[in-house]
Structures are given as C-alpha cells and as structure tokens.
C-alpha cells in the first residue's frame, strides 16, 4: 500500500473556478500534513500545513484535515493560471520525515 | 529571506565517477534532508541528519551514498559510484526543529545526469 496517495491527474479547471485536490495516507499515526506546490524543473515551495482535524484557510487556499478517513484536501478559490503546477500532498511518519505523494498536476485554463 | 543553497545546479558525471552535492541550510537550522527526485516521478526521502551523524536513512541510501557537514556550515550528499539511475533531481532541505514541527525549507536542487 502506497503510504501518500494522490490521483496524478491532470486535473483541468477554468480560470476563477474553485480546485479541489485530494490526498490519502497510510500511517495512523501521522500528526502533520503539508501541501506544497511545485512547479516544472523546481524545487517545492510550501503552500500550508495543518494538524487537526477540520479546515484552515490561507487567503485562496484552504485545507482540510480528516484524520478518522485519512483524508487531507486542499482547495484553491478563484485559480488562476499561475496556479498551474503540481501540488504534492506531504505526511510525516513517526520518525518525522516527510513522505510525498506523486502530486497532483493542476492546469487552470483562461 | 534566509534560503537554503545548492551547488552545482547541474551536474553532467559518467557512471562510475564519484560526486559530491553541496547544500548551506539555512544558518540556524538544525535538522538536514536529503531528497531526489527522479523525473517524472515523486520525491523520495534518502536521508536526515542531526546533530553530526545521520539520524534516518532510507533504503535508497545505501553504501554508494555518504553524507557529512564538514565544517558547520556546509552539508554534502557524496555519491561514490554513480549508475544510470542515479540521475535525477537532488533537493536539499533543512528545519529549525524536526519536520513534523514545521516548514521544510527546500534549497533549488542540483540535477544530476549519469551518462
């Protein structure tokens, strides 16, 4: 079972609209959850991270936690083509390192 | 804004040539990353390192892969006998306290292409 799972996509969204990008993870015992988003030949950069269950909200971008489902998402308000990238979920293990899913690659369209 | 640096930014190597990544953390960071990223593919952890000596490695970092902060300062990512499958994407990273606390600081990575 692969520990970070994300739906590789592309996922295609007109400019403006909402994007909604989901993750699942193994380990139970996970505590903290990160998004980052990385574009073509960089490195990743940070969006939010959260630790409890329920929602945070960073201007356009919101993540959501569901720790009995596994389930962390993030939500991208009004996208814009500059949001087009790849978005990798992150989880830490027990051990505290970061593990990735694939990502997902988002294409927001004028 | 502090950042995370990485020298080369690209490295061209022929297999069986010994290569050395160079990263400079951020100056009060405490814990040290390794990653790759092969292209096309997610990035994988290698190895932690904290307080001079490796901390947790992963089944990638095997004997070929060393790793050392030589002078406080620096933190390098030795690999002694590159393959073909060792191209990919090397990305640096380091934390003031351990990476489920907070952000990991990613440097810009140093790409590596064994021929």
């Known amino acids: 079972q692969k520990e970070v799972e994300q739906n590789s996509g592309p996922l295609s969204v007109p400019e403006g609209a909402i994007a909604s990008l989901n993750c699942t993870y193994s380990d139970r015992g996970s505590q903290s959850f990160f998004w980052y988003r990385q574009y073509s030949g960089k490195s990743p950069e940070l969006i939010m991270f959260?630790?409890?269950?329920g929602d945070k909200e960073d201007g356009r971008f919101t993540a959501q936690l569901n720790k009995a489902s596994q389930y962390v998402s993030l939500l991208i308000r009004d996208s814009q083509p500059s949001d087009s990238a790849t978005y990798l979920c992150a989880v830490t293990s027990n051990t505290g390192k970061l593990i990735f899913g694939q990502g997902t690659t988002l294409q927001v369209k004028p | 804004e502090p950042e995370v640096t990485q020298t080369p930014s690209h490295q061209v190597t022929q297999m069986g040539q010994e290569v050395i990544l160079r990263c400079v953390p951020i100056?009060?960071?405490?814990?040290f990353y390794w990653y790759r990223q092969i292209l096309g593919q997610k990035v994988e952890f290698l190895v932690s390192?904290?307080?001079?000596?490796?901390?947790?490695k992963s089944e990638i970092f095997d004997d070929q892969f060393s790793v050392e902060r030589p002078d406080g300062s620096n933190f390098t990512l030795k690999i002694r006998s590159t393959k073909l499958e060792d191209s990919a994407m090397y990305f640096c990273a380091s934390t003031l306290g351990r990476a489920n606390t907070g952000e990991l600081f990613f440097g810009e990575g140093s790409r590596l292409t064994v021929l």
């Open positions: 390192f904290y307080n001079n000596e490796i901390s947790e």
């Open positions: 959260i630790y409890s269950n």
């Open positions: 100056s009060n960071h405490l814990y």
